[in-house]
């Protein structure tokens, strides 16, 4: 199964080439809100019985986090719920994702139930109802318990089947409660970032390992859907994921978009939608992994039905193979510590694209968003599409008690014009989460980077609603984007 990023026969719908289109309508029952992340914003990270994460020890590790960050505080939103509830409120978001913290829950990662873990997310969750807000849960955004990374990881089968048990503990608590279930959020980045690169938490750095956790991840992720179907049967469920939109640049791309393709999505999609691997993966990596991680039956628990895929979208890369003689450019958008998130395709080469470019080097491309939707809807006629994340960093700042963020409004208007325009296309589009609600920690780039569509003091812990979010909130009323 080949995953085409590339636009079908369906025409686009007439508009603007640069995608600044105004006054489009989306239906009342298309869901718009924001989205976050545990460890980006709760912060409290010893609080009330929670357990260390492989984040937390990532962070304190010398240099592995810009300006030596950490999410011990970030925007702390553990201790400012009912605030920042009011504030999604003000905004008037429709939906809220965001995930769970699993040692919040299981501090070890299995056995004893940590019932003030439960207790806040609870209060969470009725803090959403009781404001009109559909609250959307993620199960896994990264922060693995450290003492199951001290086991192995997600490269211990092990940890998959302490994910069904720590998922069957949420859904009892919350599933009266919550209807809509996301797995995973981008298993990619924990796979091949985590794993491979080095540049994500726990910071290994070796291609098998990548490999094994990506199948573990699956075999999670399975498992945690079965679990879901059982406790709360007639909830919404879904994983998210996180598409490379991959282009060509010479005669050797179309070799060099396959084998990234085969790495970046259909390691996913092909196990998860399709009900298997894909051969040319396997091919590809047989110089590095044996694939004896996979067992007998793995794949059917592995392919369960869902209610909608969840897409995370922020730009597109450019590829080609390398000549292996001039110097390998490697611009796949990824913080670059010396591993590679490419197993078996260090032979690949990603080049630089044209701007204009997020704070985060990455190319602004709505185009990239409209195609991936409608190659999707192509591939998987029957599934439902959702928006999970899409949003941009830049430097913002707050002058005169006010954040003129014109590039990531005009970001946010072209892309969910893009939206628009593969709903006209017949995509099956069903909401638009923009990443993120609020500035928080970015990862291995620390506080460097603003993605939020609220201003955050990390000094202070001032919230300042940008241009952006008044935009948004705008949008969100009328269901038009504003003139």
């Not at 075999?219 to 282009?247: C, D, K, M, W, Y």
């Not at 007998?296 to 895929?309: E, M, N, R, S, V």
């Not at 709505?366 to 190659?375: I, T």
């Amino acid at each position: 199964m080949t995953i085409d990023i590339l636009p079908d026969t369906r025409e686009s719908p007439a508009g603007n080439p640069d995608y600044r289109d105004s006054g489009l309508v989306f239906d009342t029952v298309f869901v718009i809100g924001s989205a976050t992340a545990s460890y980006q914003i709760e912060g409290a990270v010893t609080a009330d019985g929670r357990g260390p994460s492989i984040w937390d020890t990532f962070s304190a590790t010398p240099g592995a986090i810009v300006n030596g960050d950490t999410g011990e505080v970030a925007d702390d939103h553990y201790n400012r719920l009912e605030d920042d509830l009011d504030l999604m409120a003000e905004l008037g978001l429709e939906a809220y994702r965001f995930s769970i913290a699993w040692p919040r829950i299981q501090p070890l990662g299995s056995g004893a139930v940590n019932e003030a873990g439960l207790d806040f997310y609870g209060r969470l969750v009725d803090g959403l109802l009781d404001r009109g807000i559909r609250p959307i849960a993620t199960l896994y955004h990264w922060d693995l318990p450290q003492a199951l990374e001290d086991a192995g990881g997600w490269t211990n089968r092990e940890t998959a089947y302490r994910f069904a048990e720590y998922t069957r503990i949420v859904a009892t608590e919350l599933g009266d409660r919550v209807q809509v279930w996301t797995t995973l959020n981008e298993p990619w980045c924990s796979a091949f970032l985590g794993y491979g690169s080095g540049a994500h938490a726990p910071g290994r750095t070796s291609g098998a390992d990548a490999l094994a956790a990506m199948h573990h991840l699956n075999l999670a992720h399975g498992l945690a859907v079965q679990v879901l179907r059982e406790v709360v049967p007639n909830a919404e469920v879904s994983v998210t994921l996180n598409f490379h939109v991959i282009r060509g640049d010479d005669e050797t791309s179309p070799q060099a978009i396959r084998r990234i393709d085969a790495l970046a999505n259909r390691s996913f999609t092909g196990p998860m939608l399709a009900g298997g691997y894909p051969a040319d993966l396997i091919a590809d990596t047989a110089d590095v992994t044996d694939w004896s991680f996979v067992h007998a039956g793995d794949a059917a628990i592995i392919h369960q039905p869902l209610d909608f895929l969840g897409v995370n979208y922020y730009s597109t890369a450019r590829v080609r193979m390398w000549n292996g003689t001039s110097p390998r450019e490697n611009a796949d958008g990824h913080k670059d510590v010396g591993g590679s998130p490419w197993p078996g395709s260090l032979d690949v080469e990603f080049l630089t694209q044209d701007g204009p470019f997020t704070a985060m080097g990455w190319n602004i491309a709505p185009d990239g968003l409209e195609e991936l939707l409608v190659s999707l809807s192509s591939q998987f006629p029957e599934l439902p599409l959702m928006i999970t994340e899409n949003g941009a960093a830049f430097d913002d700042e707050v002058v005169g008690g006010r954040v003129l963020d014109v590039e990531r409004l005009d970001y946010l208007r072209r892309h969910f014009t893009a939206a628009h325009r593969a709903i006209g296309r017949g995509v099956d589009l069903r909401g638009y989460l923009v990443w993120s609600l609020l500035d928080n920690f970015e990862w291995g780039y620390g506080y460097s980077k603003r993605f939020g569509i609220v201003h955050v003091d990390y000094e202070t812990q001032q919230r300042t609603v940008k241009d952006s979010g008044r935009w948004l909130s705008r949008l969100i009323r009328s269901h038009a984007i504003p003139e």
